[in-house]
Structure formats: C-alpha cells, structure tokens
C-alpha cells in the first residue's frame, strides 16, 4: 500500500500565495510521477502540476506562470507552490503517486485531498 499524506489548505485572499507539500509512504519501490490535481465544486478533477522522477515538470495553462510544483531532498516528498492566487483556483486539491510495487504491479495512489478556498 502507498500512502500519501497532504496539508496547507486554507482561506486566502485573491493575489495571495499558498503551499501545499505531500509526502509518499509505504510499499513505494519505484516512484513514477508525483502531481496535484484539484476539483472545484460541480465540476471534475483535473490535473494541476506533476513531476516525474526524472525531474520533469507538467502544468496546466491556467496555473503556468503562477504555480511551481518542487521535489524536496528525496522524490517522497512535493510542494505546490501557488502564487497569485484567483477565485477560480477554489477547489479540493488531491495529491497523487503512480509508480510500481515491487512485484511490478502499478498504483495511482491519491491523498485525501485539501481546501483551498480564495475569496476576498
């Protein structure tokens, strides 16, 4: 089992930031890609930023220019930096880990997802 462990949520204010970390655990052996994905209400789950453990970095157009996603020391560990901040970047943020177990078989783990409300 992968477990993925996620906080920073919160109330702010149009034009203001927020980070966002997530850490991985558990039965990881080979880590593919660690994202953030949001879903505001009514509407579905989209992705936000990802990385992948070769270090490269995928966002959404809405997000480029204003979001940084980062691995910390080690790959187990994300942060989306989120700068500038919209009404419509209001959503539940879910963190995300695809990889393999060791015996080969694929996880697409989620976290259990954090508020980010922006209003003024």
């Known amino acids: 089992q992968v477990q993925l462990a996620e906080s920073g949520g919160g109330l702010v204010q149009p034009g203001e930031s927020l980070s966002l970390p997530c850490t991985v655990s558990?039965?990881?052996?080979?880590?593919?890609?660690m994202g953030w994905y949001r879903q505001a209400p009514g509407k579905e789950r989209e992705m936000v930023a990802r990385v992948t453990s070769g270090g490269s970095t995928d966002y959404a157009d809405l997000v480029k220019g204003r979001f940084t996603i980062s691995k910390g020391n080690t790959m187990h560990t994300v942060y989306l930096q989120m700068n500038s901040l919209k009404p419509e970047d209001t959503g539940v943020y879910y963190c995300n880990a695809v990889g393999y177990y060791s015996d080969f078989r694929s996880y697409n783990s989620w976290g259990q997802g954090s508020q980010v409300t922006v209003s003024s």
């Open positions: 558990g039965s990881i052996y080979m880590l593919v890609s």
